[in-house]
């Protein structure tokens, strides 16, 4: 019983000091710091073929060229993607959501932000495959020619947007996916297994007809299936939630190229295999690619390895033991993992540039401040990021990771010390000579991979400064100082899609604003005409509502308002008792009349004067003529002319009264009948004598 008291004491003496080991051995300082530019970013997963892109727009008004497109190169809003023949490309949006590209195909990326996705598809076939999807949250929207499809729910579906030649588009939905698809002039929903196809050019322009799809219809489905599989693959055997969380998508990537590893110093991290790497020479992080420019961003790391994605936009490359290791996560965190164009120390000295992979305990700073102005407006700021009040242990070195830990707060003392540390100690003493990467002020971001060797020496100064004396960003050129000199193997001389052909096709059922979704409004005006929807089922019990007039089915789709004529909406007190709400005009046998309305009494009929000598004629109440009808007028049809019935005059009290005289048949073809012939003569006188 005393061992066990003394255990408890000593473990409340020592606690703290545990505390304090951990988080000097790999602790994280976390703050609520967002950077400077946050715009959402997707890459380019899968490529096949010749695939060009268009960066947006800069901000002077200037449209970057066309360029060669890369794997793993980073698109923004705004950033257009073209497919040649026999060409696919695959983009991934985040870890669950992908878009596919077939050949001959054009797509620009009319709004992408962390509250939804919009695209435009004027020419080619696009695949949209959806795995985590919340509409309560975010919006998917894909304009076609003249057609507006906003996804409804996770699933597969396909927009076969053809050319200028084709005066049809086609829109599919499959595995459980549902989508609202809106033309020039209606709206419907369109359920998984179903395709429907849409006129967009033409007298017939809008209308739609739906039929069944099979789940493989041509090579592109074919493709879509296998990078489907491949995806899942990796997405089940990842490590999301555990070594890293879902902001660093594509670190799926990484299985199938090295392993994750424990180390004292900064927990697990992840280690390249030996052949991952053996056919590079020499090989560093951020030595094997090029820089290209990313609006927004500015200059960013493309990577030649097909697994960097994740590793150079986010986290560490840290030497140990020997060996380079990636590390998700440095020690000074951000609570969210917003992406970088590339996590490294840049300067420059005698004329060229030099660049390395930043450290463990080095600050983050963006070093495109002054490029990204053009040049101009050059600011120098102190990176301190540090909030002692929400300083937390970084969970991911814990030897048993937790999604959701609970992890001790460090004190500002501990701060302090970890400051002073980074501070004062070289970078030379943890990063190695070899791997320092250099060029030439000429040659930066013109896309070549000719680096420049760096000697030891060179080496050795660069890296003896402390990150405090390289924390001012550095003066790199502007986009528009080399964008005349950009390598030929990224800038496109003739592209496929030229300025003039563009904008030829118009996209979309009606005129969209970046950033916002166009669902809402479409499903107002096409579906229900700008009026309220009915709301059929009831609140109670859930049955049918009964509409003003008894109908206990609720009929219609919108609240129907009663018909009120213009003199009505002004006056009250024309309305008769007879008057009814669902039919504001009164049939009275004349015709309809709207009380004392002095402007009708044109279109009533007028009732022909009686002799009171005449019999009065049969009347029948006309039909009521339709809404549509009264509008326009009719054709006036000729009737014949009937004469009106006439009473006999009193027959004469002297005069004998006329018999009426028998009705004369009309005379027939019939043969006459034969007379019958008489009765024989008999003698009378005998027939006397035979009395007697």
């Given at each position: ?9 000593a473990?409340?003496?020592?606690l ?9 051995a790999?602790?994280?300082v976390?703050d ?8 959402r970013?997707?890459r ?5 073929g010749?695939?060009?892109?268009r960066?947006a ?7 970057p060229?066309?360029?060669r497109?890369a794997?793993?190169?980073p698109l ?6 073209s ?5 696919v ?7 669950s959501n992908?878009i596919?590209?077939?050949e ?9 932000r962390?509250e939804?996705v919009?695209i435009?598809?004027?020419?080619g ?5 959806v795995l985590?999807f ?9 304009d076609?020619?003249g057609?507006?499809?906003?996804l409804?729910?996770?699933?597969m ?11 049809e588009?086609s829109?599919?939905a499959a ?11 209606s709206g419907?929903?369109?359920r998984?297994g179903?395709?429907?196809k849409?006129?967009?050019e033409?007298?017939y322009?809008g209308d739609?007809?739906t039929s069944?799809?099979a789940?493989?219809?041509d090579e592109?489905?074919e493709?879509?299936?296998?990078r489907?599989?491949?995806a ?5 055997d990842?490590?999301y939630?555990?070594?890293y969380?879902?902001?660093i998508?594509?670190?799926?990537d990484l299985?199938d190229?090295?392993?994750w590893?424990y180390?004292n ?8 295999y030996p052949?991952s790497?053996?056919?590079y020479a ?5 030595r094997y690619?090029?820089w290209r420019w990313?609006?927004f961003?500015?200059?960013t790391?493309?990577?030649d ?5 994740a590793?150079y ?9 020997g060996?380079w290791?990636?590390?998700p996560?440095g020690?000074y965190?951000?609570?969210r993992?917003w992406?970088?164009?590339a996590m490294?120390s ?8 030099y660049w390395?992979?930043?450290?463990y ?18 600011r120098?700021?102190?990176?301190t990021?540090i909030?002692?009040?929400?300083v937390i242990?970084?969970?991911t070195?814990s030897?048993t990771?937790?999604a ?5 707060v460090?004190?500002p003392?501990?701060?302090n010390?970890a ?10 003493q943890?990063?190695?000579i070899?791997g320092?990467?250099?060029a030439?002020a000429?040659?930066?971001g013109r896309?070549?991979r000719?680096?420049?060797p760096?000697t030891a020496?060179?080496?050795r100064?660069v890296?003896?400064?402390?990150p405090?004396e390289?924390?001012?960003p ?12 950009i390598d030929r ?5 003739k ?11 118009k996209t979309g ?6 950033g ?5 409004q479409?499903?107002q ?7 309220r929807p009915?709301v059929?089922?009831?609140?109670s019990g859930?049955?049918?509502t ?12 919108v609240?129907?308002?009663p018909?009120?004529?213009r003199?009505e909406?002004d006056?009250?007190?024309s309305?008769t ?12 046998g004349g ?6 309305d002095?402007s009708r009494?044109?279109k009533?009929?007028?009732r022909p004067k009686?002799d009171?000598n ?17 509008r326009r ?5 000729p ?5 009106e019935p006439r009473r006999?005059?009193?027959p004469?009290r ?5 018999q ?6 009309p ?5 006459k ?5 008489p009765?024989p ?6 027939n ?5």
């Amino acid at each position: 019983m005393r061992s066990a008291k003394k255990f408890l004491w000593a473990s409340f003496f020592f606690l703290p000091l545990l505390v304090m080991g951990a988080g000097n051995a790999f602790g994280v300082v976390t703050d609520d710091y967002t950077p400077e530019v946050t715009a959402r970013v997707v890459r380019l997963s899968f490529i096949r073929g010749d695939v060009q892109i268009r960066h947006a727009s800069a901000d002077n008004g200037d449209k970057p060229e066309w360029e060669r497109a890369a794997l793993n190169l980073p698109l923004v809003e705004g950033d257009e993607v073209s497919t040649g023949p026999n060409a696919v490309v695959e983009i991934q949006l985040d870890s669950s959501n992908y878009i596919r590209l077939w050949e001959n195909a054009y797509l620009k990326f009319t709004t992408l932000r962390d509250e939804g996705v919009a695209i435009s598809l004027p020419q080619g076939t696009a695949s949209i495959r959806v795995l985590q999807f919340d509409k309560d949250k975010t919006f998917f929207e894909a304009d076609a020619p003249g057609t507006t499809v906003s996804l409804e729910r996770a699933g597969m579906y396909r927009i076969d947007a053809g050319d200028t030649r084709n005066s049809e588009i086609s829109v599919t939905a499959a595995e459980d996916g549902e989508a609202k698809v809106y033309t020039k002039s209606s709206g419907f929903t369109l359920r998984s297994g179903r395709t429907a196809k849409i006129v967009v050019e033409g007298q017939y322009a809008g209308d739609y007809e739906t039929s069944g799809v099979a789940r493989v219809t041509d090579e592109f489905d074919e493709w879509v299936l296998q990078r489907d599989a491949a995806a899942a693959k990796r997405l089940n055997d990842a490590y999301y939630d555990k070594y890293y969380d879902r902001d660093i998508y594509g670190a799926e990537d990484l299985n199938d190229y090295g392993e994750w590893v424990y180390t004292n110093k900064y927990g697990y991290v992840w280690k390249p295999y030996p052949n991952s790497v053996a056919n590079y020479a020499g090989w560093s992080p951020y030595r094997y690619g090029s820089w290209r420019w990313v609006p927004f961003y500015g200059w960013t790391w493309v990577n030649d390895e097909p697994w960097g994605w994740a590793t150079y936009h986010h986290g560490r490359w840290v030497w140990d033991n020997g060996y380079w290791v990636w590390s998700p996560y440095g020690y000074y965190r951000w609570r969210r993992s917003w992406w970088q164009p590339a996590m490294i120390s840049i300067t420059t000295w005698n004329g060229s540039v030099y660049w390395f992979p930043l450290g463990y305990d080095d600050y983050y700073y963006d070093y495109n401040v002054y490029c990204r102005r053009g040049g101009r407006g050059r600011r120098d700021r102190d990176i301190t990021i540090i909030n002692n009040t929400t300083v937390i242990v970084n969970p991911t070195p814990s030897p048993t990771p937790n999604a959701s830990p609970t992890p001790p707060v460090l004190t500002p003392q501990q701060i302090n010390e970890a400051r002073r540390r980074n501070a004062t100690t070289p970078t030379f003493q943890r990063i190695p000579i070899d791997g320092v990467v250099a060029a030439s002020a000429e040659e930066f971001g013109r896309g070549g991979r000719r680096l420049q060797p760096v000697t030891a020496d060179d080496a050795r100064r660069v890296l003896s400064k402390t990150p405090e004396e390289i924390r001012t960003p550095p003066i790199l050129p502007t986009y528009d100082d080399v964008r005349d000199k950009i390598d030929r193997n990224i800038r496109i001389e003739k592209p496929r899609i030229d300025r003039k052909s563009e904008d030829q096709v118009k996209t979309g059922a009606a005129d969209r604003e970046k950033g916002r979704a166009l669902d809402k409004q479409l499903e107002q005006e096409r579906i229900y005409g700008n009026r309220r929807p009915k709301v059929s089922p009831d609140a109670s019990g859930g049955g049918q509502t009964k509409t003003d007039g008894g109908d206990s089915r609720g009929t219609g789709a919108v609240d129907r308002k009663p018909v009120v004529k213009r003199d009505e909406k002004d006056s009250d007190t024309s309305r008769t008792p007879d008057w009814n709400p669902r039919n504001p005009t009164r049939d009275t046998g004349g015709g309809k009349t709207d009380g004392n309305d002095d402007s009708r009494k044109e279109k009533q009929p007028v009732r022909p004067k009686r002799d009171e000598n005449q019999t009065p004629p049969i009347y029948s109440p006309p039909s009521k003529p339709k809404q549509d009808e009264e509008r326009r007028p009719q054709p006036t049809i000729p009737r014949p002319k009937q004469e009106e019935p006439r009473r006999p005059d009193p027959p004469k009290r002297d005069e004998p009264r006329q018999q009426p005289q028998p009705k004369q048949e009309p005379p027939r073809n019939e043969p006459k009948p034969e007379k019958p012939a008489p009765p024989p003569v008999v003698n009378q006188k005998k027939n006397e004598k035979d009395d007697n």
